[in-house]
């Protein structure tokens, strides 16, 4: 499968407690946005014949209980073939740490030399300046839901990797429009 990770702030209620992952907008908002783009995927792709069925699982980039956390976080990682990491806090004013440490490992692992390292912020927050430099898509929160400022620019740029990823994988097959050969003019000369 082609696999998907986000690394996001988990939503805190009143008590500071962390909001359950079914009533988590932020997490909802994420994986609608994440979905349609993998959906219009599927669609173009069963227009290709394709060695292998696509498949596409997109999940939460978090530790399991009872494992030394950084080890299960390191192993999500490097399986990863699309990281989205929203280094925002909970109410969009500042940074995640969690998130930073998170982006820090996949840097340390060469996902930052890979397309399929998605880097979410805040607009107008300012990256920490080792990051200067990084490509970033910035969002503003509405009712703890991201809104993209370039959302046709975000969904573009995860649609063209994952068909890339696709199409490596035998999952999209080659395009069935064929091509049409152009003469050259001056080959009559």
Same mark, same amino acid.
Request: charged share 30%; hydrophobic share 40%; net charge positive.
């Given at each position: 499968p082609i696999? &998907?990770?986000v690394s996001y702030p988990w939503a805190k209620d009143e008590k500071n407690e962390t909001i359950s992952v079914r009533s988590d907008d932020r997490w909802k908002g994420l994986r609608k946005l994440i979905n349609s783009v993998c959906n219009e995927v599927i669609i173009r792709a069963k227009k290709r014949?394709? @060695?292998?069925? $696509?498949?596409?699982? @997109?999940?939460?980039l978090r530790g399991c209980h009872g494992q030394f956390l950084l080890n299960t976080l390191t192993n999500r990682i490097k399986r990863s073939d699309i990281l989205i990491m929203d280094i925002g806090n909970d109410a969009g004013d500042g940074l995640n740490h969690n998130v930073l440490i998170e982006l820090g490992m996949a &840097?340390? *692992?060469?996902?930052?030399d890979s397309k399929g390292l998605f880097? *979410?912020? /805040?607009?107008? $927050?300012?990256l920490p300046s080792d990051l200067n430099g990084l490509l970033t898509t910035e969002y503003k929160l509405d009712k703890r839901t991201i809104v993209p400022i370039d *959302?046709?620019?975000f969904r573009a740029a995860l649609r063209a990797v994952l068909f890339e990823i696709g199409q490596k994988r035998d999952? &999209?097959? /080659?395009s069935q429009t064929p091509e049409i050969e152009i003469e050259d003019e001056e080959a009559d000369v």
């Amino acid at each position: 499968p082609i696999e &998907i990770y986000v690394s996001y702030p988990w939503a805190k209620d009143e008590k500071n407690e962390t909001i359950s992952v079914r009533s988590d907008d932020r997490w909802k908002g994420l994986r609608k946005l994440i979905n349609s783009v993998c959906n219009e995927v599927i669609i173009r792709a069963k227009k290709r014949r394709s @060695i292998t069925a $696509l498949d596409i699982r @997109i999940r939460r980039l978090r530790g399991c209980h009872g494992q030394f956390l950084l080890n299960t976080l390191t192993n999500r990682i490097k399986r990863s073939d699309i990281l989205i990491m929203d280094i925002g806090n909970d109410a969009g004013d500042g940074l995640n740490h969690n998130v930073l440490i998170e982006l820090g490992m996949a &840097i340390g *692992l060469s996902k930052f030399d890979s397309k399929g390292l998605f880097v *979410l912020k /805040p607009v107008h $927050l300012p990256l920490p300046s080792d990051l200067n430099g990084l490509l970033t898509t910035e969002y503003k929160l509405d009712k703890r839901t991201i809104v993209p400022i370039d *959302l046709v620019g975000f969904r573009a740029a995860l649609r063209a990797v994952l068909f890339e990823i696709g199409q490596k994988r035998d999952m &999209i097959g /080659p395009s069935q429009t064929p091509e049409i050969e152009i003469e050259d003019e001056e080959a009559d000369v």
